[in-house]
């Protein structure tokens, strides 16, 4: 059985004092053992926020890291950089990373890698464009995704990555995919990970589905055998829905 991970991505959202409140609204809520709960927050509210779920059982993600260790690359941050300030995942390769930062394949590679050797779990976002699940090509685009952003990861670290399905057409649009698209895909994806490892490899990997994932909506994906949880952004920003969210996942 896997463990669901329900994983908030606040974007660029929350100064460090609103991140704290929130994070203090939320705690006493999704106090839960049997889900993992994930926030991940901007690098400014990294440090407060980890410090605020000190004794519970919510970790800190980061929402991007760069592939050097150090050095002369102003704006980034670093792998050890994270870890040291106690954070647990990083999403990699976010649809709007990849839209608007200029984030390749082989960029959210080096980025995994990095993440992996440091320590800390990655979240890999993959996901299809409007355009082209009309064009009905879903299937290429994700098996090239996993393909090259999964390039050179063992089968032994692949078991520390998350993947997280989020159609590009799905995301901030409340549009969602319905529970049989997302299963679809999902399924898709672990598939391709059997090929490529094995399928106990396969079976051991999380993967979660993002893409207006709402309290209505969550039961219904969450229940699917191949979601193992939601990176969720809007709605990870209000206490009461992200709870639902939470909720779901643990009776899902
Ligand atoms: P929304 O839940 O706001 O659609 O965002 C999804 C997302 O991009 C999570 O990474």
Redesign the pocket.
């Known amino acids: 059985m896997r463990k669901k991970i329900i994983?908030g991505?606040w974007?660029m959202n929350k100064t460090p004092s609103e991140a704290v409140a929130l994070i203090n609204e939320l705690k006493p809520l999704v106090k839960n053992d049997d889900v993992d709960v994930v926030f991940?927050v901007p690098d400014i509210d990294i440090i407060p926020a980890v410090e605020a779920c000190k004794g519970t059982n919510i970790a800190i993600g980061a929402e991007n890291l760069y592939f050097e260790e150090s050095g002369a690359y102003t704006g980034e941050i670093s792998p050890n950089m994270l870890t040291d300030a106690g954070v647990k995942y990083v999403?990699i390769g976010?649809?709007?990373r990849r839209e608007y930062f200029a984030e390749t394949d082989e960029t959210v590679n080096k980025r995994t890698l990095a993440a992996l050797a440091a320590g800390l779990k990655p979240i890999v976002?993959v996901g299809e464009l409007k355009w082209e699940r009309q064009c009905n090509i879903t299937e290429e685009v994700i098996a090239r995704q996993i393909k090259l952003d999964l390039w050179d990861v063992t089968a032994e670290q692949v078991k520390n990555v998350v993947i997280?399905y989020?159609p590009v057409w799905?995301?901030?649009?409340?549009l969602t995919a319905t529970p049989d698209q997302a299963q679809e895909v999902c399924a898709f994806i672990r598939a391709q990970l059997a090929k490529k490892y094995d399928q106990a490899t396969a079976d051991a990997v999380t993967i979660q589905y993002?893409?207006?994932?709402?309290a209505g909506n969550a039961a219904e994906l969450l229940a699917q055998p191949d979601i193992d949880g939601g990176?969720?952004?809007?709605?990870?920003l209000k206490a009461a829905d992200f709870n639902t969210i939470v909720q779901a996942a643990v009776e899902g």
């Open positions: 994983a991505n974007k991940c999403i976010h649809s709007e976002c997280a989020e799905a995301i901030g649009t409340g993002g893409g207006s994932m709402n990176l969720i952004g809007g709605a990870s």
